[in-house]
């Protein structure tokens, strides 16, 4: 019989969901809005604090695609990316007609590297194209040079999208990712930190951001007793069903942060004596990530040979998911051809780069079975 697969990050409940489910079948709020959706709210502000204003939408690029309609993003406008993520940080650049313009990565977060955003900048403006936003990622949950980049940001007035898709619970100098930007987003798609099942949601610095979120993601309705629309809306907001998983979620959230990074001291142990392998971790005390997924870096140089595929076809082998890191962007055929600034640090992340099994519902038999697995790459007895 085949061994039980073991998952790069699995949906893990906490064993209340299903009472907030079950009340909106009960009491029929089935839609999308309703007591869940505005206590999943509630409960994310508390969560995010710095007086923040959640909306909850369908996805974390519904969030990004609303964020860049409100910076003014437009047809032929340039908006500068991070290359090395999800095509969902990009993808709504392209909704829009407008270029999305790749920024390497820098080695210590492996997030937008701030000297390669000052030059492209710099190249854009004296084109005359100037940017209309900045997405920045908090990649793995790993908070990127927040003070750096909104630092260059404010001084050039250009609005900053904070991708805290894979970031809920992270926090830079003691505050939570997703409080930085002028838009702040989050995801709860099925293998992040906290799930809706699907769904996401954006962090806003006001009452009226977080109205005209819910105005556009509401198919942009006239306040009118009949069907009255003065622009284009979109379908982007939560299920009370959703958010009610949501807020079930919520009070597990600390615990499933606490068990991934226990998940990454796992790895840390596992590989410390093994030459050529580094496990991505805070290279700063003021960072704290939550670790969503624990990730390494092989160099075959050091390890005789053995590179980060060795180690995947081994796990995968054994019934062990791992994936390698993302892509970025710029190499991708859908973007190839846009603009991109710095060197090969993204790149080389790429190429050499693992996410391993991450989940915060694996137990020590599942760990036991990643150290087996490993062990016998590097033939440890």
């Known amino acids: 019989m085949s061994p039980e697969k073991i998952w790069l990050s699995s949906p893990h409940m906490g064993g209340t969901e299903q009472d907030f489910v079950k009340e909106a079948f009960d009491t029929n709020w089935v839609a999308p809005l309703g007591p869940n959706v505005t206590g999943f709210e509630q409960d994310l502000q508390t969560y995010q604090g710095q007086n923040t204003h959640v909306a909850a939408l369908s996805s ?13 993003v437009g047809p032929g406008d340039e908006v500068i990316c991070q290359s090395f993520t999800f095509c969902g940080t990009t993808n709504p650049v392209l909704y829009l007609g407008a270029t999305p313009v790749m920024i390497d990565s820098e080695a210590d977060t492996w997030n937008m ?30 908070p990127y040079k927040v003070d750096a ?69 509401t198919q942009a309705r006239d306040n009118a007793a009949h069907y009255q629309h003065s622009e284009v809306g979109y379908n ?5 069903i959703s958010a009610g998983i949501g ?23 596992l590989f410390k004596d093994i030459a050529g392998v580094t496990v991505h971790v805070e290279q700063a ?21 053995i590179t980060r595929e060795t180690i995947r076809l081994a796990l995968d082998k054994e019934a062990i998911e791992s994936r390698p890191l993302w892509k970025p962007m710029h190499m991708q055929p859908l973007c190839k051809d846009f603009p991109y600034y710095g060197g090969r640090v993204c790149e080389t992340l790429f190429e050499n780069g693992l996410c391993l099994p ?10 036991e079975r990643i150290k087996k697995a490993v062990n016998a790459v590097f033939n440890i007895g």
């Not at 974390?60 to 003014?72: C, D, E, S, V």
């Not at 100037?130 to 793995?140: E, G, M, Q, S, T």
């Not at 409080?179 to 610095?205: E, P, Q």
């Not at 991450?358 to 760990?367: F, I, K, Q, T, V």
């Open 149 to 217: 980049i909104h630092a260059f940001a404010k001084a050039n007035s250009i609005p900053v999208i904070e991708d805290s898709a894979e970031a809920l619970g992270s926090t830079y100098k003691g505050r939570k990712c997703g409080t930085f930007g002028d838009y702040g987003i989050l995801s709860f798609n099925g293998n992040k930190i906290i799930t809706t099942s699907g769904g996401g949601a954006m962090v806003c610095a006001s009452a009226a951001l977080k109205d005209r979120t819910i105005f556009l993601a």
């Open 247 to 269: 807020r079930g979620q919520m009070q597990v959230l600390d615990k499933h942060i606490a068990l991934r990074r226990e998940m990454n001291m796992f790895y840390r142990n």
């Open 236 to 240: 982007y907001r939560m299920s009370n």
């Open 113 to 142: 590297c701030p000297q390669a955003l000052e030059d492209a900048v710099a190249d854009l403006i004296k084109q005359g194209k100037k940017p209309k936003a900045i997405i920045a990622v908090h990649l793995y949950g790993m």
């Open 285 to 305: 005390a003021d960072l704290f990530s939550n670790h969503w997924l624990s990730a390494i870096l092989v160099d075959p140089a050091q390890t005789g040979g």
């Open 60 to 72: 974390g690029t519904a969030a990004i695609h609303l964020a860049l309609i409100q910076a003014g």
């Open 358 to 367: 991450s989940g915060s519902n694996l137990a020590a038999a599942h760990r």
